[in-house]
Protein backbone atom coordinates (compact mmCIF):
# COMPACT_ATOMS: atom_id res chain seq x y z
CA UNK A 1 0.00 0.00 0.00
CA UNK A 2 2.74 2.41 0.91
CA UNK A 3 4.83 1.95 -2.66
CA UNK A 4 1.57 2.64 -4.72
CA UNK A 5 0.87 5.67 -2.87
CA UNK A 6 4.41 6.78 -3.67
CA UNK A 7 3.68 5.76 -7.44
CA UNK A 8 0.42 7.65 -7.16
CA UNK A 9 1.95 10.91 -5.86
CA UNK A 10 4.81 10.70 -8.57
CA UNK A 11 7.37 11.73 -6.57
CA UNK A 12 5.71 13.10 -3.08
CA UNK A 13 7.91 12.97 0.06
CA UNK A 14 8.42 10.42 2.42
CA UNK A 15 7.86 11.12 6.10
CA UNK A 16 10.61 9.04 7.48
CA UNK A 17 14.17 8.48 5.18
CA UNK A 18 14.89 5.00 4.23
CA UNK A 19 17.46 2.91 5.39
CA UNK A 20 21.26 3.83 4.02
CA UNK A 21 24.25 2.02 3.21
CA UNK A 22 27.39 2.40 5.26
CA UNK A 23 29.51 4.88 3.52
CA UNK A 24 32.86 2.59 3.45
CA UNK A 25 30.57 -0.45 1.66
CA UNK A 26 32.19 -0.87 -1.51
CA UNK A 27 28.81 -1.94 -3.40
CA UNK A 28 25.54 -1.33 -1.33
CA UNK A 29 22.40 -3.56 -2.06
CA UNK A 30 24.32 -5.26 -4.22
CA UNK A 31 21.56 -7.39 -5.63
CA UNK A 32 19.03 -4.63 -5.84
CA UNK A 33 19.96 -2.93 -9.42
CA UNK A 34 16.23 -2.76 -9.92
CA UNK A 35 14.65 0.10 -8.52
CA UNK A 36 12.27 3.25 -9.27
CA UNK A 37 13.93 6.68 -8.25
CA UNK A 38 10.21 8.46 -7.86
CA UNK A 39 10.29 12.37 -7.77
CA UNK A 40 13.52 13.69 -9.00
CA UNK A 41 14.53 16.40 -11.40
CA UNK A 42 16.87 14.72 -14.37
CA UNK A 43 19.16 15.94 -16.68
CA UNK A 44 17.82 16.15 -19.94
CA UNK A 45 14.25 15.15 -18.45
CA UNK A 46 12.63 17.82 -16.00
CA UNK A 47 10.83 16.05 -12.82
CA UNK A 48 10.26 12.27 -13.86
CA UNK A 49 10.45 8.73 -11.84
CA UNK A 50 13.08 7.03 -13.70
CA UNK A 51 12.84 3.28 -13.58
CA UNK A 52 16.14 1.25 -13.22
CA UNK A 53 16.22 -2.78 -14.15
CA UNK A 54 19.17 -5.16 -13.76
CA UNK A 55 21.52 -2.03 -13.58
CA UNK A 56 19.84 -0.54 -16.81
CA UNK A 57 17.43 2.37 -17.08
CA UNK A 58 14.25 1.11 -18.26
CA UNK A 59 12.16 3.69 -18.69
CA UNK A 60 12.14 7.69 -17.29
CA UNK A 61 8.38 9.24 -17.62
CA UNK A 62 6.10 11.10 -15.45
CA UNK A 63 3.62 8.60 -14.97
CA UNK A 64 5.04 4.94 -14.54
CA UNK A 65 3.56 1.93 -12.09
CA UNK A 66 5.69 -0.79 -11.22
CA UNK A 67 4.92 -2.24 -7.22
CA UNK A 68 7.15 -4.74 -7.34
CA UNK A 69 10.18 -2.20 -7.22
CA UNK A 70 12.51 -1.00 -4.86
CA UNK A 71 11.51 2.67 -4.31
CA UNK A 72 13.99 5.42 -4.01
CA UNK A 73 12.06 9.43 -3.19
CA UNK A 74 13.95 11.97 -4.22
CA UNK A 75 11.51 14.71 -4.31
CA UNK A 76 13.64 17.90 -4.50
CA UNK A 77 17.13 15.82 -5.63
CA UNK A 78 18.90 16.66 -8.81
CA UNK A 79 20.08 13.38 -11.13
CA UNK A 80 23.03 13.94 -13.37
CA UNK A 81 24.93 11.50 -15.13
CA UNK A 82 28.33 10.24 -13.50
CA UNK A 83 30.99 12.03 -14.79
CA UNK A 84 33.85 10.73 -17.42
CA UNK A 85 37.59 12.35 -16.71
CA UNK A 86 39.65 12.19 -20.05
CA UNK A 87 43.15 12.28 -18.31
CA UNK A 88 43.74 9.95 -15.16
CA UNK A 89 46.96 8.00 -13.79
CA UNK A 90 45.50 5.58 -11.86
CA UNK A 91 48.67 3.08 -11.26
CA UNK A 92 49.77 6.68 -10.24
CA UNK A 93 48.02 7.80 -7.47
CA UNK A 94 44.22 6.20 -6.01
CA UNK A 95 42.07 3.73 -7.11
CA UNK A 96 39.43 3.41 -9.40
CA UNK A 97 37.07 2.57 -6.72
CA UNK A 98 37.94 6.16 -5.13
CA UNK A 99 37.15 7.71 -8.04
CA UNK A 100 34.01 6.00 -8.60
CA UNK A 101 33.21 7.05 -5.03
CA UNK A 102 33.72 10.87 -6.04
CA UNK A 103 31.24 10.66 -8.95
CA UNK A 104 33.93 9.36 -11.73
CA UNK A 105 32.13 6.63 -13.71
CA UNK A 106 34.63 5.93 -16.66
CA UNK A 107 38.34 8.13 -17.48
CA UNK A 108 40.78 7.84 -20.06
CA UNK A 109 44.06 6.43 -18.68
CA UNK A 110 47.00 8.78 -19.99
CA UNK A 111 50.10 6.82 -18.88
CA UNK A 112 50.61 3.55 -16.74
CA UNK A 113 53.12 0.65 -17.03
CA UNK A 114 52.80 -1.65 -19.21
CA UNK A 115 51.32 -4.39 -16.84
CA UNK A 116 48.52 -1.65 -15.57
CA UNK A 117 46.58 -2.63 -18.85
CA UNK A 118 45.51 -5.85 -17.28
CA UNK A 119 44.74 -4.71 -13.92
CA UNK A 120 40.76 -5.18 -12.94
CA UNK A 121 39.66 -1.11 -13.00
CA UNK A 122 35.47 -1.82 -11.86
CA UNK A 123 33.50 -0.43 -11.38
CA UNK A 124 34.83 2.11 -13.77
CA UNK A 125 35.23 1.86 -17.82
CA UNK A 126 38.53 2.64 -18.56
CA UNK A 127 40.37 3.53 -21.49
CA UNK A 128 43.88 3.03 -21.21
CA UNK A 129 47.00 3.99 -22.97
CA UNK A 130 49.51 2.22 -21.51
CA UNK A 131 52.97 3.92 -21.54
CA UNK A 132 53.94 6.96 -23.33
CA UNK A 133 55.51 6.51 -26.82
CA UNK A 134 58.65 8.34 -26.18
CA UNK A 135 62.01 9.15 -27.72
CA UNK A 136 65.23 7.03 -26.21
CA UNK A 137 65.91 9.10 -22.55
CA UNK A 138 62.68 11.17 -24.07
CA UNK A 139 60.13 12.36 -21.22
CA UNK A 140 58.73 10.91 -18.78
CA UNK A 141 61.33 8.17 -18.33
CA UNK A 142 63.95 10.75 -16.74
CA UNK A 143 61.42 12.43 -14.12
CA UNK A 144 58.32 10.97 -12.84
CA UNK A 145 57.56 8.37 -15.23
CA UNK A 146 61.15 6.37 -14.37
CA UNK A 147 59.39 3.55 -13.93
CA UNK A 148 57.46 2.42 -17.00
CA UNK A 149 56.06 5.12 -17.71
CA UNK A 150 57.47 5.11 -21.18
CA UNK A 151 58.40 2.89 -24.05
CA UNK A 152 61.30 4.17 -25.36
CA UNK A 153 61.72 4.18 -29.49
CA UNK A 154 64.36 5.38 -31.88
CA UNK A 155 63.05 5.59 -36.24
CA UNK A 156 60.05 5.16 -37.63
CA UNK A 157 60.01 1.05 -37.99
CA UNK A 158 60.16 0.75 -33.74
CA UNK A 159 57.53 3.42 -33.74
CA UNK A 160 54.96 1.75 -35.52
CA UNK A 161 56.10 -1.72 -33.79
CA UNK A 162 55.52 0.12 -30.64
CA UNK A 163 51.88 0.78 -31.53
CA UNK A 164 51.17 -2.62 -32.59
CA UNK A 165 53.13 -3.72 -29.08
CA UNK A 166 50.49 -1.72 -27.21
CA UNK A 167 47.14 -2.31 -29.29
CA UNK A 168 48.07 -6.06 -29.06
CA UNK A 169 48.38 -5.39 -25.26
CA UNK A 170 44.95 -3.77 -24.86
CA UNK A 171 45.75 -0.03 -25.22
CA UNK A 172 43.31 1.69 -27.16
CA UNK A 173 44.85 5.72 -27.15
CA UNK A 174 48.23 6.47 -27.34
CA UNK A 175 49.94 9.02 -26.02
CA UNK A 176 53.51 10.69 -26.85
CA UNK A 177 55.65 13.89 -25.60
CA UNK A 178 55.93 16.51 -28.35
CA UNK A 179 59.25 18.56 -27.34
CA UNK A 180 60.73 18.12 -23.91
CA UNK A 181 59.20 18.49 -20.66
CA UNK A 182 59.02 22.00 -20.81
CA UNK A 183 58.46 22.06 -24.97
CA UNK A 184 61.56 22.43 -25.65
CA UNK A 185 60.21 23.42 -29.44
CA UNK A 186 61.33 21.53 -32.45
CA UNK A 187 64.45 23.94 -32.77
CA UNK A 188 65.70 21.64 -30.01
CA UNK A 189 65.05 18.24 -31.80
CA UNK A 190 68.70 18.21 -33.85
CA UNK A 191 70.75 18.90 -30.42
CA UNK A 192 68.38 16.59 -28.25
CA UNK A 193 67.72 12.87 -29.42
CA UNK A 194 65.52 12.55 -26.69
CA UNK A 195 62.66 14.42 -28.58
CA UNK A 196 60.63 12.26 -30.82
CA UNK A 197 60.76 13.78 -34.52
CA UNK A 198 58.59 14.77 -36.96
CA UNK A 199 58.63 11.58 -39.07
CA UNK A 200 58.49 9.22 -35.76
CA UNK A 201 55.54 11.08 -34.59
CA UNK A 202 53.54 11.15 -38.17
CA UNK A 203 54.34 6.70 -38.14
CA UNK A 204 53.11 6.77 -34.16
CA UNK A 205 49.77 8.33 -35.38
CA UNK A 206 49.30 6.42 -38.71
CA UNK A 207 50.22 3.31 -37.12
CA UNK A 208 47.60 4.13 -34.24
CA UNK A 209 44.82 4.92 -36.72
CA UNK A 210 45.31 2.03 -38.35
CA UNK A 211 44.00 0.86 -35.33
CA UNK A 212 41.09 2.56 -34.93
CA UNK A 213 43.12 4.63 -31.52
CA UNK A 214 43.24 7.86 -31.30
CA UNK A 215 46.76 9.98 -30.11
CA UNK A 216 47.09 12.47 -27.91
CA UNK A 217 49.58 14.65 -26.75
CA UNK A 218 51.62 15.88 -24.31
CA UNK A 219 52.63 19.36 -25.79
CA UNK A 220 52.49 22.84 -23.84
CA UNK A 221 54.34 25.66 -25.92
CA UNK A 222 52.74 26.86 -29.00
CA UNK A 223 55.24 25.55 -31.43
CA UNK A 224 54.74 21.65 -29.86
CA UNK A 225 51.08 22.24 -30.34
CA UNK A 226 51.71 23.02 -34.04
CA UNK A 227 53.90 20.05 -34.64
CA UNK A 228 51.37 17.77 -33.12
CA UNK A 229 48.29 18.89 -35.41
CA UNK A 230 50.80 18.66 -38.52
CA UNK A 231 51.51 14.97 -37.45
CA UNK A 232 47.59 14.56 -36.91
CA UNK A 233 47.18 14.18 -33.48
CA UNK A 234 43.73 14.46 -32.45
CA UNK A 235 43.98 15.36 -28.65
CA UNK A 236 45.97 17.24 -26.51
CA UNK A 237 46.47 16.08 -23.42
CA UNK A 238 46.70 19.35 -21.23
CA UNK A 239 45.54 22.74 -22.44
CA UNK A 240 48.82 24.17 -23.35
CA UNK A 241 50.85 27.24 -21.11
CA UNK A 242 52.27 29.52 -23.96
CA UNK A 243 50.04 31.57 -25.70
CA UNK A 244 49.00 29.70 -28.56
CA UNK A 245 49.42 31.82 -32.37
CA UNK A 246 46.45 31.76 -34.01
CA UNK A 247 47.90 29.46 -36.90
CA UNK A 248 47.88 27.03 -33.92
CA UNK A 249 44.38 27.87 -32.64
CA UNK A 250 43.23 27.18 -36.26
CA UNK A 251 45.22 23.77 -36.80
CA UNK A 252 43.12 22.40 -33.95
CA UNK A 253 39.77 23.25 -35.52
CA UNK A 254 37.65 19.97 -35.49
CA UNK A 255 40.12 17.88 -33.10
CA UNK A 256 40.01 17.93 -29.11
CA UNK A 257 41.14 19.41 -26.15
CA UNK A 258 41.58 17.66 -22.54
CA UNK A 259 41.64 20.62 -19.86
CA UNK A 260 43.38 19.74 -17.11
CA UNK A 261 43.24 23.57 -15.35
CA UNK A 262 43.79 22.55 -12.69
CA UNK A 263 47.42 20.79 -12.66
CA UNK A 264 48.26 24.47 -13.90
CA UNK A 265 46.28 26.43 -11.14
CA UNK A 266 49.05 29.32 -10.94
CA UNK A 267 49.10 30.15 -14.53
CA UNK A 268 46.65 32.22 -16.17
CA UNK A 269 47.21 31.59 -20.27
CA UNK A 270 45.97 28.34 -20.43
CA UNK A 271 42.28 29.64 -19.28
CA UNK A 272 42.67 31.92 -22.39
CA UNK A 273 43.93 29.08 -24.70
CA UNK A 274 40.28 26.77 -23.60
CA UNK A 275 38.43 29.76 -24.43
CA UNK A 276 40.27 30.39 -28.05
CA UNK A 277 40.17 27.20 -28.90
CA UNK A 278 36.89 26.35 -28.08
CA UNK A 279 36.04 29.35 -30.22
CA UNK A 280 37.78 28.27 -32.93
CA UNK A 281 36.10 24.70 -33.16
CA UNK A 282 37.92 22.50 -30.74
CA UNK A 283 36.07 19.76 -28.77
CA UNK A 284 36.45 20.55 -24.95
CA UNK A 285 36.75 17.76 -22.80
CA UNK A 286 37.14 17.57 -18.86
CA UNK A 287 40.14 16.55 -17.32
CA UNK A 288 42.00 16.70 -14.64
CA UNK A 289 45.70 14.92 -14.91
CA UNK A 290 44.24 13.22 -11.40
CA UNK A 291 47.31 11.92 -10.12
CA UNK A 292 49.28 14.69 -10.29
CA UNK A 293 46.22 16.61 -8.93
CA UNK A 294 44.89 14.83 -5.63
CA UNK A 295 40.62 15.69 -5.68
CA UNK A 296 39.60 12.14 -6.25
CA UNK A 297 36.50 12.87 -7.85
CA UNK A 298 34.86 15.65 -9.70
CA UNK A 299 37.08 18.10 -8.98
CA UNK A 300 35.44 21.54 -8.22
CA UNK A 301 38.82 23.80 -8.75
CA UNK A 302 38.76 22.24 -12.80
CA UNK A 303 35.16 22.97 -12.51
CA UNK A 304 35.88 26.56 -11.76
CA UNK A 305 38.14 27.47 -14.31
CA UNK A 306 36.20 25.86 -16.75
CA UNK A 307 33.46 28.73 -15.89
CA UNK A 308 36.13 31.38 -16.17
CA UNK A 309 37.41 29.91 -19.60
CA UNK A 310 33.80 30.64 -20.84
CA UNK A 311 31.86 27.42 -20.58
CA UNK A 312 28.46 28.50 -19.69
CA UNK A 313 26.91 25.74 -17.04
CA UNK A 314 25.10 22.90 -20.05
CA UNK A 315 28.51 23.28 -21.33
CA UNK A 316 30.61 22.43 -18.46
CA UNK A 317 28.12 20.20 -17.28
CA UNK A 318 28.59 18.26 -21.31
CA UNK A 319 32.51 18.55 -21.50
CA UNK A 320 32.40 15.81 -18.23
CA UNK A 321 29.41 13.61 -19.70
CA UNK A 322 28.54 14.04 -23.52
CA UNK A 323 31.16 15.12 -24.79
CA UNK A 324 33.38 13.29 -24.01
CA UNK A 325 31.49 9.98 -24.00
CA UNK A 326 30.86 10.85 -28.18
CA UNK A 327 34.35 11.46 -28.57
CA UNK A 328 36.03 8.09 -26.86
CA UNK A 329 32.91 6.24 -27.95
CA UNK A 330 32.20 4.81 -24.39
CA UNK A 331 29.31 2.35 -24.77
CA UNK A 332 26.51 1.43 -22.33
CA UNK A 333 25.65 4.78 -23.39
CA UNK A 334 27.50 6.82 -20.02
CA UNK A 335 27.28 10.24 -20.33
CA UNK A 336 23.54 11.11 -20.65
CA UNK A 337 20.50 9.57 -18.97
CA UNK A 338 18.01 7.45 -21.33
CA UNK A 339 15.91 4.04 -21.54
CA UNK A 340 18.61 1.46 -22.96
CA UNK A 341 21.59 3.28 -20.91
CA UNK A 342 23.74 2.13 -17.96
CA UNK A 343 22.05 3.65 -14.72
CA UNK A 344 25.43 5.45 -13.92
CA UNK A 345 24.08 8.45 -12.18
CA UNK A 346 24.56 10.90 -9.13
CA UNK A 347 22.15 12.27 -6.89
CA UNK A 348 22.79 15.99 -6.26
CA UNK A 349 21.13 18.74 -4.25
CA UNK A 350 21.21 21.25 -6.53
CA UNK A 351 20.76 21.33 -10.59
CA UNK A 352 24.08 20.95 -11.69
CA UNK A 353 22.68 23.33 -14.88
CA UNK A 354 22.59 26.03 -12.59
CA UNK A 355 25.39 25.54 -10.17
CA UNK A 356 27.98 23.19 -11.47
CA UNK A 357 29.77 22.99 -8.16
CA UNK A 358 27.16 20.16 -6.86
CA UNK A 359 28.90 17.78 -9.11
CA UNK A 360 32.31 17.63 -6.53
CA UNK A 361 29.64 16.60 -3.82
CA UNK A 362 27.27 14.09 -4.84
CA UNK A 363 24.72 12.88 -2.13
CA UNK A 364 25.20 9.74 -3.38
CA UNK A 365 26.42 7.95 -6.95
CA UNK A 366 25.72 4.91 -8.61
CA UNK A 367 27.45 2.99 -11.11
CA UNK A 368 25.45 0.48 -13.40
CA UNK A 369 22.58 0.40 -11.03
CA UNK A 370 24.86 -0.11 -7.71
CA UNK A 371 24.94 2.49 -5.24
CA UNK A 372 28.66 3.22 -4.34
CA UNK A 373 28.60 6.04 -2.24
CA UNK A 374 25.64 7.32 -0.14
CA UNK A 375 26.11 10.49 2.69
CA UNK A 376 23.03 8.59 4.44
CA UNK A 377 21.17 11.97 3.27
CA UNK A 378 19.85 11.83 -0.24
CA UNK A 379 16.21 9.93 -0.41
CA UNK A 380 13.59 12.25 1.42
Do not use: C
Not at 78 to 91: E, Q, R
Not at 151 to 167: C, K
Not at 268 to 285: A, C, D, H, K, S
Not at 359 to 367: F, H, T
Request: no cysteine.
Amino acid sequence: MFRSILWLALGAMVASPMLLADEHSSVANENEASFAVVGAHITGHGKANMVVRDGRIELIATDVADESLRVIAAADRFIAPAFIDSHVHLAYAFSAAELARGGIAAAVDLSAPMSFLEVDLKPMTVIRAGPMITAVTGYPTKSWGADGYGLEISGVDAAREAVDQLYAAGARVIKIPVGDATGGGALAIAKNPSILSDAEMKAIVDQAHSHGMRVASHALNDIDVLRAAVAGVDVLAHTPTERLSDQTIKAWSGRALITTLSAFADLTEPTENVRRLREGGTTVLYGTDMGYTTFPGVNPQELEFLRKAGLDNKAIVAAGTTAPAKYWGFGDGLGTLAAGHTASFLVLDADPEIDPQTLSRPLAVYIDGREIKSKGDHRQ
